[in-house]
């Protein structure tokens, strides 16, 4: 009699009918994860509370993934929030996906066309994480490496995917995160950055007017996946003597342009 297929990745003794179990520790772990990534940063107190965990369990479990990188501690602050090996992982994941391989010709082809560097960015945590760039060859240039965090309601990319989120969506982004002033122009109205995300949706674009740095300025779109959800922001940024306002509209079609193409390569259906 033939023996059963071992099931792949399984333990031997456990091939048939492997019970179900859970590691306690590790679902305790992956839960403080998941609440870094979804709040942002966090004191102790405010993680124990959150999940209900007493702060000396959370504690020992926040220092063993910060031993690994995976989170990390603001000192002046106390806060706790993800650390750069979650992106090396995350980035595994996007390879797998095709997201950032399928965005490089893209991104080549619009900093060619617009003389600017391209950035591609995604939405963790309620911040911008930047997960490729195509630089210019100019000498001043906007420079956002991989793994580069931003405020979303100061950044184009952000506001960008803000413009898609749902109504309850955006109302908790906005309890949850404060619209601090980066520069003059940064918006710190919610009222005011809710009536931009409206122009975002009606002109398919989003603009940073110098609102993260001063001398600087961003055109972003958003990246559509076949489920019709905006899983990535693609944006050219540039110094403002390149960058002028009267060159906005030009460079805004060609930005939403390489939206498009890549939202298509990503299962997207033509607009």
């Known amino acids: 009699m033939p023996k059963p297929n071992r099931a792949r990745g399984r333990p031997r003794s456990n091939a048939i009918n492997p019970p179900r179990t859970n590691i306690q520790s590790l679902d305790r772990a992956l839960d403080i994860l998941e609440t870094l990534s979804d709040l942002g940063g966090m004191t102790l107190s405010q993680i124990a509370t959150e999940l209900n965990q007493s702060p000396s369990t959370v504690y020992r ?82 420079f956002f490496p991989p793994g580069t965090q931003a405020p979303m309601h100061s950044s184009g990319i952000g506001k960008a995917l803000l413009g898609q989120f749902s109504e309850i969506r955006l109302k908790r982004h906005l309890r949850r995160h404060d619209l601090e002033g980066f520069t003059a122009q940064t918006i710190t109205d919610s009222d005011k950055l809710r009536a931009e995300l409206q122009e975002v949706q009606a002109q398919g674009y989003a603009f940073d007017n110098e609102e993260r740095t001063t001398g600087m300025r961003c055109i972003a779109a958003p ?33 939403i342009e390489a939206a498009e193409e890549l939202s298509r390569q990503m299962g997207a259906s033509a607009r």
């Open 61 to 142: 479990v926040l220092t063993t993934l910060e031993n690994r990188q995976i989170v990390e501690v603001d000192l002046p602050t106390q806060t706790w929030q993800i650390g750069p090996a979650t992106f090396r992982l995350g980035s595994n994941f996007l390879r797998r996906e095709g997201l950032v391989e399928r965005s490089r010709p893209v991104m080549r082809s619009l900093m060619e066309a617009t003389g600017e560097t391209a950035n591609l960015g995604i939405e963790r945590g309620g911040l911008v994480l930047f997960v490729s760039q195509v630089e210019t060859f100019e000498t001043i240039r906007a």
């Open 223 to 255: 990246v559509i996946d076949q489920y019709g959800e905006a899983i990535a922001g693609i944006s050219v940024s540039g110094p403002i003597n390149r960058m002028s306002l009267e060159n906005v509209p030009s460079v805004a079609v060609k930005v």
